[in-house]
T-cell receptor, first 115, second 112 residues
Framework: DAGVIQSPRHEVTEMGQEVTLRCKPISGHDYLFWYRQTMMRGLELLIYFNNNVPIDDSGMPEDRFSAKMPNASFSTLKIQPSEPRDSAVYFC?????????????FGSGTQLSVL | ELKVEQNPLFLSMQEGKNYTIYCNYS?????LYWYRQDPGKSLESLFV?????AVKQEGRLMASLDTKARLSTLHITAAVHDLSATYFC????????????FGTGTRLKVLA
């Protein structure tokens, strides 16, 4: 099992540009989560999906952020337009069933720098 | 809104010493998780605690859960340098969701 795969590993862009982060969850996992990590705010849950359906997006900071999961093996997090304060590490995680004993499996993260 | 707080935020300790990291949360929950993150790396699961009084141990780390006090502890016994990392607790509120909320993290440095 390759684990949760995120791409790109690093992204450097200029303010105002569109940024798309990608995630492939572990096969068979029903839940997918997007987190953002910064020194100031720690790990913030942005949105999570169950069976490709967004369940809770209350953590998405602004309308500039959007997330989709068109199928069970792929999800995207898009920022348009990007701003310097969006600079952070974005993690994708998946979980088998969402049952109480199921832990999250994290990807390696995408380091985003918006100049 | 569920809040999860850890203390201390930073911990520098000598090898061979014992110490405890605390995780307090603000709402009812019977599911608590501990994760480890090495610098520049992803998070990996350490423990899953699912009931009041639950205790799990792995090597020099032992985690416990007191749901009545809304408190979990991560105890480090005879610390070694390899334990240097950031440790996070995460809580899922008892509300029928799978909204894992992470604590602030405790950055541990074990000095040789």
């Amino acid at each position: 099992d390759a684990g949760v795969i995120q791409s790109p590993r690093h992204e450097v862009t200029e303010m105002g540009q569109e940024v798309t982060l990608r995630c492939k969850p572990i096969s068979g996992h029903d839940y997918l989560f997007w987190y953002r990590q910064t020194m100031m705010r720690g790990l913030e849950l942005l949105i999570y999906f169950n069976n490709n359906v967004p369940i809770d997006d209350s953590g998405m900071p602004e309308d500039r952020f959007s997330a989709k999961m068109p199928n069970a093996s792929f999800s995207t997090l898009k920022i348009q337009p990007s701003e310097p304060r969006d600079s952070a590490v974005y993690f994708c995680a998946s979980s088998p069933t969402g049952a109480s004993n199921e832990k999250l499996f994290f990807g390696s993260g995408t380091q985003l720098s918006v100049l | 809104e569920l809040k999860v707080e850890q203390n201390p935020l930073f911990l520098s300790m000598q090898e061979g010493k014992n110490y405890t990291i605390y995780c307090n949360y603000s709402t009812t929950s019977d599911r608590l998780y501990w994760y480890r993150q090495d610098p520049g790396k992803s998070l990996e699961s350490l423990f899953v605690l699912l009931s009041n009084g639950a205790v799990k141990q792995e090597g020099r780390l032992m985690a416990s859960l007191d749901t009545k006090a809304r408190l979990s502890t991560l105890h480090i016994t005879a610390a070694v340098h390899d334990l240097s990392a950031t440790y996070f607790c995460a809580v899922v509120p008892v509300s029928g969701t799978y909204k894992y909320i992470f604590g602030t993290g405790t950055r541990l440095k074990v000095l040789a």
